[in-house]
């Protein structure tokens, strides 16, 4: 099963001036190093401040763009890991490792598998070859 | 019916406590048993003690709760249990001794409640020094399997035992066989030396691969595949490519077993039934894990030490996940990746693989006279293998009554039962 870990972080983190960030670092490095030997983590990104980012609102037509912060957020999405494992119990495992202090949050959600889905669906059927479009004219990492 | 609530509210805690548990002792075992090895110097006695912790674990947490290091609590727990049990020995070997043996290992046992349940630079050897032994060529291929399953994947006896569908006791006695050899053998644990490491590490990958292979292509029994072995073979090929970043081989292997499990979701329809390759669906292929196995075989590439038999096959899977059609697959390239590995790997079940390649890619009467050739060496002999690939040459050419008579022998021949009902499938319609 496939499980992405959503990292949010409340909008207006205010991080201390004695946190040394070498520091928080290595600890998300060793996270990540330890998911890797575990043979667990098939991908993570992780996002870069809001105000190098947009957003856009679906409650005008048409949709409107601003420019953050926003005023609705509380919480900010601003990274994500999506790991594999046999069990939810050990994706909860994984994710109560992840070194976080508080006010931060993971949220935890299982990926859909595409066979979920009615497989007759014209734009299902559509999906899969843009996967497969993605998939293969993406160039290869090293 | 209020008690009855209860009751059932406390049951399903208990189990849902018990999940817990496993699912630490799956992310954990490996490193638990490997410094418990390196501790207490007897690799059958460490896994003993780890267990026996681990049956604690599943009686007290789901009563008094998880504690705050689940690690660091079992590796301590089976640490307090190997002090105890050789204090015993010692008792009965020579009371004087065993005085002064247990003054130092209270010492020990002191010391071992303050550090950390491992040391962070040296884990990822123990956890090597692990595999290798439970991959010691000293033992047999199926107390291998059963070994790593269970010490570096974490998993119960009675998991094993369905994965391969023996009973549990066979298992049971397959783990306590290999362990006695490795203690009476006094193998050592350790990670092999630069001469001796490209054997054994070839010997850990074959492991990984046919842990992978009875998942994928089940030898017996009604399933057609069973995910779950191979997704664990997938897990352990992550793992050692991740502990020996410079062996190409060890990510040659995963880029094969990435690319090859990319396609489960097209190998089986909506009713379970088996899906050959030709008549998947290509779409709903696994386009992310192809990248990863890409770029896997990128990197075994990348180390420049030539190609070998896992790199060659996921050069072979390659061609056919980069593939639009059947008919689009570059098949002469594909040949040539098998007369590579032929060469490499010499095996009938190559041979005949080249064959169908060469059949896609020169028409069924060249790939009929490849097929021929091996029959006429006599190695195939007996396997369902063979009759299938030549009854679908055959009926491709027109050869209808010798097609019919090659795929009913392959049903006979074959134990399961699923591609039994496709070679059926086959014969009838021709």
Known sequence: ?142 | MAEDRAVAASESEAAAARRRVEALWRIESARIVATLTRVVGDFGLAEDLAQEAFVDALAQWPRDGVPPNPAAWLTTVAKRKGIDRRRRLARLDDRHAAIAYSLAEQHRLAAIDHEPPWDPETVDDDVLRLIFTACHPILPRESQIALTLRVVGGLTTEEIARAFMVPVSTVQQRIVRAKRTISAAAVPFEVPSREELGGRLASVLQVVYLIFNEGYAATAGSSWMRTDLAGEALRLARIVSSLVPDEPDAHALRALLELQASRFAARVDADGEPVLLADQDRSRWDHDQIRRGRAALAKADAIGRGRGAYALQAAIAECHAVAPSTDGTDWARIVGLYESLAEVAPSPVVDLNRAVAVAMAHGPAAGLAAVDELVATGAMTGSALLPGVRGELLARLGRRDEAREELLAATALTRNERERAVLLQKAERI
């Not at chain 1, 046999?86 to 931060?104: D, F, H, I, N």
């Not at chain 1, 949220?107 to 497969?132: A, P």
């Open chain 1, 1 to 142: 099963m496939k499980y992405m870990l959503i990292m949010r972080t409340p909008e207006m983190v205010e991080m201390p001036e004695d946190v040394d960030f070498t520091e928080v670092i290595n600890a998300m490095g060793a996270y990540n190093e330890s998911l890797i030997k575990a043979g667990v983590l098939l991908a993570g990104e992780g996002l870069a401040p809001p105000d190098e980012g947009f957003v856009v609102d679906f409650d005008a037509t048409p949709p409107v763009v601003t420019d953050g912060p926003y005023a609705e957020a509380k919480e900010l999405f601003n990274g994500f890991w999506m790991i594999q494992t046999s069990t939810k119990e050990e994706a909860a495992e994984w994710a109560k490792r992840c070194p976080l202090g508080p006010g931060m949050r993971l949220e935890v959600r299982r990926v859909n598998e595409t066979e979920e889905f009615d497989q007759d669906n014209e734009y299902v059927q559509k999906e899969h070859e843009w996967r497969e479009q993605l998939g293969t004219d993406r160039p290869v990492q090293g």
